[in-house]
């Protein structure tokens, strides 16, 4: 998860024009992301099997909270747990 984090970072330089958000892309270690509220969109069904067993270590460790949020596909909300 966190080499997918950091490709992303990567290829967002391409899009970003902004000199200083460049500048902070450069210096900032974005992954895992600094705390607060963050959204990760998954487009397939998944089980806590098939994440990687670092996936949760790093989350719980930094006192990050991982809320799974589950829809319909139409945006209605099914159910969360955290």
Known sequence: MLEKCNEAVKGA???IKDSKAQDF???N???PPPKG???MTFSKVFSSEDLPKS???PLQSNEYWL???FTDGRDKKLGCAR
Do not use: A, I, M
């Open 13 to 15: 330089h391409k899009y």
């Open 25 to 27: 892309l450069r210096q």
């Open 29 to 31: 270690k974005l992954c």
């Open 37 to 39: 509220h963050w959204t």
């Open 55 to 57: 996936f949760f270590g």
């Open 67 to 69: 809320t799974f949020s």
